[in-house]
């Protein structure tokens, strides 16, 4: 059986061709950033890239065809930012990024995916994907006013493909696995609780073995020849619990009680008395509503540290939200019987009321009586 010809080249050469085939379901080509992504863009002339007009990309010179990076490439990039007024607000001369991985602000990474290497381009970020309502003050940066629009002029210098994880040698996987261990605390600080989350679990990729066969590989020279002692792979684990710890916190805010009870107990495997992590699980247990398991954990963490005011504010409060629980619990059991908290007090006032007089006329009576009693002997008499 002879195979099908294969199609002209011409005919399938460019990724836009190539989205659409049928099988490639899961791409939508009238998507702005999918647009974006797919076309050239001529000199001088303004591009949309989301299609709302808050990020916007103007090349000034063109790079090298056919070389833009993809996801978690290594960028190296030069750039100056502006406000609108002409203050510089960021600048940078040889900085390297993930793609990705959140380790500039949004804008400036989206855009940067759709450069080609040695491109100059300016790119104009709308304050939601820059610095948002709360700005920057980090000193001795610059502050950036809340709300502003910055514009940027990038050169996108050099792109190098993500470096194998399992081939860098221990030193530089705690190096890298920190740094975004730090950014995610950065984005945590913010409020921005899913971009902290997407930078704690890249850095658990670096500090957090996947298995026991990977501690022990740890444990042997590297490729480099470099010999990792007990005490290395002691300080990279307390780093991976610290990033379990934050990760916990920013899942936590975000309602994820599931995933943050997961995140908790990594530490607390391995650090049992690790006050943050107990603390945290009681705030987890108490917020899906198990209150006695959470009163015996933040206990636990209070023996600990005895004078931790969250901790005793947090205990108050389930206390009396146990305490309320439980009165609750009580009047639908009367309830179920039958009455309710008010009629139950109503009738036995009613029943207080009712002894009250009966033993009111009972004095009453025997007092008469008595009375009677005296006056008929004195009369007999």
Known sequence: MMDSPLPPPEENHTQADFIQKELNFDVDPDDPMTKATLTDHPVNEWMDILGNGQLRKKVLKAGQKNSRPNRSDMCVLKYIGKLEDGTVVDEEEDITIQLGDAEVIQGLDLATALMDVEEEAVIEVHSRFAYGSLGRKSPPLPDIPPDAKIIYEVTLKQVEMEPDIEELDHHDKRRIGNMKRERGNWWFARNENSTAIQCYRRALEYLAPSSENDMLEQKKSDNKGENVTDADL???????????????????????????????????????????????????????????????????????????????????????????????????????????????????????????????????????????????????S
């Open 234 to 380: 002691q300080a990279m684990l307390e780093d991976a619990l610290k990033v379990h710890n934050n990760l916990a916190a920013a899942q936590l805010k975000c309602e994820a009680y599931d995933a943050a009870l997961k995140s908790v107990e990594n530490v607390l495997r391995c650090q049992p008395q690790n006050v943050k992590a107990l603390f945290r699980k009681g705030k987890i247990l108490h917020y899906k509503g198990e209150h006695h398991k959470a009163c015996s954990i933040l206990t636990q963490a209070l023996k600990i540290d005895p004078e931790n005011k969250a901790i005793q504010q947090e205990l108050l409060i389930i206390k009396r939200k146990s305490a309320k629980d439980a009165r609750h619990e009580k009047n639908l059991y009367r309830k179920m019987l039958g009455a309710t908290p008010e009629k139950s007090q109503a009738s036995s006032s009613a029943r207080s009321h009712k002894a009250s007089t009966n033993l009111t006329w009972s004095i009453l009576g025997g007092t008469a009586v008595a009375i009677v009693g005296l006056i008929a002997y004195r009369f007999v």
